[in-house]
């Protein structure tokens, strides 16, 4: 099985800051990775996939990178509607998620 | 774009078996997978298996084999998932999820169904 790391498991961050979130398979996913967000009592949301592209409608200030094993998720200033947990998941082998990264007001 | 709409919640006892639905609404789910993902609270997400309605094909994450079964109705676009044996672990949201094909993301999600496994 796949498994999919995220560090770290909690940010505490402020409005407007940059935002940077990990990702590292076990082993080589080339580029299928996607990124969700799941704000409290929601469903996930798609925000990336193919580990760089920006799914319809998500803000320009998301962006994602990185290929094989280590992955990268951007948030170039954060909006308060932002403030929410973050899932990895890899497409390779089925699918697997990350444990998520919350973002908190910090 | 299609929406997913999923049955409410339910309460069981240990050892029985729930069976949640998951429809889609405006429109058909065409060739795209079914997905149920479940989420214990405060937890991550997790897989359990996939079914192609179009084909009938189905596939399941090893810790779930034998204790789920994922259907489709093609003529009403309603997928199941039917789990069995039911413990108190598996007191989660379950959540239906469109994807294109096995190696593409989950790009439209169902509300959850909450499923509560009390004595």
């Known amino acids: 099985e796949i498994v999919m790391t995220q560090s770290p498991a909690t940010l505490s961050m402020s409005p407007g800051e940059r935002v940077t979130l990990s990702c590292t398979a076990n082993?080589?996913?080339?580029?299928?990775v996607a990124w969700y967000q799941q704000r409290r009592g929601q469903s996930p949301r798609l925000l990336i996939y193919?580990?760089?592209t920006r799914a319809t409608g998500v803000p320009a200030r998301f962006s994602g990178s990185g290929s094989g094993t280590e992955f990268t998720l951007t948030i170039s200033s954060l909006q308060s509607e932002d403030f929410a947990v973050y899932y990895c998941?890899?497409?390779?082998?089925?699918?697997?998620f990350g444990q998520g990264t919350r973002v908190e007001v910090k | 774009q299609v929406q997913l709409v999923q049955s409410g919640a339910e309460v069981k006892q240990p050892g029985s078996s729930v069976k949640v639905s998951c429809k889609a609404s405006?429109?058909?789910?065409?060739?795209?997978?079914i997905t149920w993902v479940r989420q214990a609270p405060g937890q991550g997400l997790e897989w359990m298996g996939r079914?192609?309605?179009?084909?009938?094909?189905?596939n399941y994450a090893r810790k779930f084999q034998g204790r789920v079964t994922i259907t489709a109705d093609k003529s009403t676009n309603t997928a199941y998932m039917e789990l069995r044996s039911l413990k108190s672990e598996d007191t989660t949201i379950y959540y239906c999820?469109?994807?294109?094909?096995?190696?593409?993301?989950?790009?439209?999600w169902g509300p959850g169904t909450t499923v509560t496994v009390s004595s």
């Open positions: 998941q890899q497409c390779h082998n089925w699918w697997t």
């Open positions: 082993q080589n996913v080339s580029t299928k």
């Open positions: 405006g429109g058909t789910f065409n060739r795209n997978t």
């Open positions: 193919g580990a760089s």
């Open positions: 999820a469109s994807a294109r094909a096995a190696n593409f993301p989950m790009d439209v």
């Open positions: 079914i192609i309605p179009f084909l009938g094909t189905t």
